[in-house]
């Protein structure tokens, strides 16, 4: 088992340490697999320094040695998480984004008896808005239109042991470095949620609506109880990131205590913590 996780530079680094302390206070000792740009600078070794004592290692995108035409098509970046998860060395891996994080053991999802038996688990978005999927993104891999919903990519599990789960995971990836496949909705959402209805590949998906209260998701657990917040509207951030995101942010430079989001008063310490350890 491992984690792996996308996270490019100092307006990801105080989700991604909130996400990391989470991990480790919630009980999971599975590695952690932070994937950046090197290109692009997004990484210092102050990053990995602040997060030593919990067992992160980090790892270039370039290391892959793509070709020209591969590095030239992530002008956003969420190419990386495709390719995190196609060439992820954990053969039971953990996708999180960095803006996400758990609230419960994560084991809870992947030793569930539904979620073993199909050896994938995926997440549903909210029923509507600008990445609603249509007739035309199925019709472009020729596949009849599924009416499904819309996939919420920022927390995903995939058994890679199992020959049809990394078939799919490649096929996700080779969709996201295809120059027309902005038009899979939300790009990586797309990718990955139409490479695994294209193979027909099992996996196990919610059930009920999403909970999100305007700046992030709250997802279940295969028992019905919260196991991930996914901040995507709100992340932690430092001052002066609040625009720095294709995903606009609530509430300028400070991120916000909601009260009704699960085990937010640690998220929330553990945030403080990495402003004040690195002094930003």
């Known amino acids: 088992h491992g984690v792996v996780m996308c996270a490019g530079g100092w307006r990801f680094f105080p989700s991604l340490y909130v996400a990391v302390k989470m991990l480790r206070h919630t009980g999971c000792d599975w590695p952690i697999l932070v994937w950046y740009f090197a290109s692009r600078n997004e990484f210092e070794q102050e990053m990995a320094d602040a997060l030593a004592d919990d067992g992160v290692k980090w790892k270039a995108v370039e290391s892959l040695g793509l070709p020209v035409e591969f590095r030239a098509g992530t002008p956003g970046g969420w190419q990386a998480k495709t390719l995190a998860v196609a060439h992820s060395p954990f053969a039971k891996t953990l996708s999180i984004d960095a803006d996400c994080y758990p609230v419960r053991n994560v084991a809870v999802l992947v030793n569930s008896d539904q979620v073993d038996a199909a050896g994938a688990a995926f997440y549903p978005d909210i029923p509507s808005g600008p990445g609603v999927m249509t007739a035309e993104h199925f019709k472009s891999l020729g596949m009849p239109f599924l009416d499904d919903r819309n996939w919420e990519v920022g927390q995903f599990y995939v058994d890679r042991s199992r020959l049809e789960q990394r078939q799919a995971s490649w096929l996700a990836s080779w969709l996201a470095f295809r120059t027309e496949s902005n038009r899979f909705s939300y790009g990586d959402c797309g990718c990955f949620q139409m490479a695994w209805r294209k193979l027909e590949t099992p996996h ?77």
Not at 209 to 226: E, K, L
Not at 233 to 259: H, M, V, W
Request: net charge positive; glycine share 8%; charged share 25%.
């Open 204 to 280: 196990w998906m919610h059930e009920g609506r999403p909970a999100f209260d305007g700046v992030a998701f709250i997802h279940r657990g295969p028992d019905g109880y919260p196991l991930f917040v996914h901040r995507c509207r709100d992340k932690f951030r430092f001052p002066g990131y609040a625009t720095a995101y294709n995903t606009p942010q609530t509430n300028g430079d400070s991120p916000l205590y909601i009260e009704a989001l699960p085990m937010e008063s640690v998220a929330h310490a553990f945030y403080s913590e990495c402003r004040q350890r690195l002094k930003r």
